[in-house]
């Protein structure tokens, strides 16, 4: 049994070492990366555009170096500030981001726990146990509290403390001295409360995480998933809308976001904190104990955003990944990238460290012959095919010109020998068959239009002959037509 109990203690001791906070707080640079994250990041500063990371930890590596802070006992890590960055991303301590088109850098939930325990050992002192106990002690009987299922029992509970809250009710309205605790007394509660606080952004990061992680295994679970769209579309649209309840840390989140996600409850927490450092007592608190007091409303405040973003941002990657599944494009692509894998591997083979490919610099293209630039352009691509032979083409026995539009130069020579007014209709019935063709009835009309003609209610029907010898009628509100200024138009 000793045995099994010790090898049980030592798997989950093990297990505990692969974490990233251990394994930040145990490695050969802790004391640096500790000392770089906690000045790179601030309660002020979550997040750090990447370059600014890079440009301050290279200086302040210069610092260190100058101060003489790289001999065998205090080394400090090799390479450059970029480097030492991507590998910090690498073990899972910065987490790197895009925010208004901006890289940046955000701790991770390792890294926040590393600099909470950090912080905390760091800072000494045991005036907090009689506080941290008390809270204990409290949360204990509150637990207690919520769980009871009597009536009766909540019942007197409920009684006790009416009959507590009269009797310091009545001493107050008494004018009875109140019984206030000392200045120790007062900062050590001040600094209990700074130490609950201090884990507030790991919490919050780890509920994020773990909403991000959601997101990742439901888009690789999307893209493997070969059902019909459907069926993944109400699947995985469920999945998206509820996120926040598929993790244990999300939905403890959601039960306190009731509680801290009122605004009011926010103006009120600060406003006590501002009363709080106006107190004699706080003046006894460090600046960074103080900085830390005040700085709590502000924690919440940037914990619940960053929750909430990373659940907006995961709904929208679910949602956006769900309307663009195709499973077979999916597996194309995928046969695509094994088929190219595959040939790299043969060429790897048989090629020499000499050998060069030709990149691919595009893609090629079909060629599709001219395509029509835009919709007004209405010009052939280029000149027509030569005409047949005459015996081929169609009405042949007719003049090809008796085929084309109006015959204006008859037409204004025959309106000049016109009377000054006369109706269109009779004219058009009048004229040469060689100009009553239908298209030589819309010369006219144009014509008369354009000397001046007058259009009545009345119905004018006209009989045109087409160049092969039929005929066709044509009605048209009848129109009295001007001979002035006829002048020809060639």
């Known amino acids: 049994m000793t045995n099994t109990r010790a090898e049980a203690a030592y798997r989950r001791s093990l297990a505990a070492f692969k974490n990233p906070t251990l394994d930040l707080l145990g490695g050969r640079y802790a004391p640096f990366v500790v000392a770089m994250l906690s000045i790179v990041f601030t309660a002020d500063r979550p997040a750090v555009a990447v370059a600014d990371a890079h440009a301050e930890i290279a200086e302040a590596i210069d610092q260190l170096r100058a101060a003489g802070y790289d001999e065998d006992e205090l080394r400090l890590p090799s ?8 590998y910090w991303v690498k073990v899972g301590w910065l987490v790197p981001q895009i925010e208004d088109d901006i890289e940046v850098y955000r701790l991770s939930a390792h890294a926040v726990g590393a600099l909470e325990i950090a912080g905390r050992t760091g800072g000494g002192g045991t005036r907090v146990s009689r506080s941290r106990v008390r809270t204990l002690l409290e949360a204990v009987e509150e637990l207690a509290q919520t769980a009871e299922t009597d009536p009766q029992a909540r019942l007197a509970r409920l009684r006790d403390e009416k009959a507590a809250l009269e009797a310091e009710i009545a001493q107050l ?17 001040a600094e209990n409360v700074v130490h609950l606080a201090r884990e507030l952004p790991a919490d919050f990061s780890r509920v994020a995480e773990s909403i991000k992680a959601i997101q990742r295994d439901i888009v690789t679970s999307l ?37 801290i996600g009122d605004p009011e409850q926010i103006d009120r927490l600060a406003t006590r904190l501002h009363a709080l450092l106006s107190q004699p007592f706080a003046a006894r608190m460090d600046a960074n104990q103080r900085g830390e007091l005040a700085a709590i409303g502000r924690r919440v405040e940037q914990g619940v955003d960053e929750v909430l973003t990373a659940q907006r941002r995961a709904s ?3 949602t956006a990944q769900v309307r663009t599944h195709d499973p077979i494009r999916d597996r194309q692509v995928d046969d695509l990238l ?3 894998m595959s040939g790299l591997q043969s060429w790897m083979q048989v090629s020499s460290p000499a050998d060069r490919v030709r990149p691919l610099r595009k893609f090629p293209v079909a060629d599709i012959g001219h395509l029509r630039q835009s919709i007004s352009d209405i010009r052939p691509p280029g000149a027509p095919a030569p005409l047949n032979a005459a015996g081929d083409v169609e009405f042949a026995e007719a003049d090809a010109h ?15 020998s016109l009377s000054e007014d006369f109706d269109l209709a009779t004219a058009f019935e009048a004229a040469d068959t060689e100009t009553r063709r239908p298209v030589d009835l819309l010369g ?19 009989e045109a002959h087409r160049p092969d010898g039929s005929t066709r009628r044509f009605a048209f509100g009848a129109v009295t037509a001007r001979t002035a200024n006829g002048e020809t138009d060639d």
């Open 444 to 462: 006219l009309l144009e014509i008369a239009h354009r000397n001046g003609m007058t259009e009545s209610d009345a119905v004018s029907i006209v």
């Open 79 to 86: 390479g450059t500030a970029r480097e030492i960055c991507r």
């Open 338 to 340: 094994r088929e190219v």
């Open 316 to 318: 929208h990657v679910i």
């Open 223 to 259: 893209r493997q998933d070969v059902r019909p769209t459907g069926e993944v579309l109400r699947e995985y649209l469920e999945r998206g809308q509820h996120v926040m309840q598929s993790t244990p840390g999300g939905r403890a989140f959601a039960g306190a976001l009731r509680l």
């Open 402 to 416: 008796s085929w084309g539009g109006p015959h204006y130069k008859e037409l204004e020579q025959y309106v000049a």
């Open 173 to 189: 309205e008494a004018g009875d001295p109140i019984e206030s605790l000392d200045d120790e007394q007062l900062l050590e509660e």
